[in-house]
C-alpha cells in the first residue's frame, strides 16, 4: 500500500512538472538584436517594449 501511494505521489509529480515547462511564459522565441531610430510611416495602433536582455536589445515592437 506504501509503495502505491510513492506511486501515486511521483505520478503526480511528473504531470505537474510537464505542465509547469509547458506553460506559456509570455515570451517570444526570437527577439529584436538591433534596431533603427526610423520613424513608422504608419500609424501604431499597439505596441510591445522589449527590455535588454543580452543578445536582445531595447526596443518598441
Aim: aromatic fraction near 4%.
Amino acid at each position: 500500500m506504501c509503495s502505491m501511494k510513492i506511486m501515486l505521489c511521483m505520478a503526480l509529480l511528473a504531470a505537474v512538472a510537464v505542465f509547469t515547462a509547458s506553460a506559456d511564459t509570455g515570451k517570444f522565441s526570437t527577439c529584436c538584436t538591433r534596431v533603427s531610430s526610423a520613424k513608422p510611416k504608419v500609424h501604431l495602433e499597439d505596441f510591445l517594449l522589449q527590455r535588454a536582455d543580452p543578445p536582445c536589445v531595447e526596443a518598441v515592437m
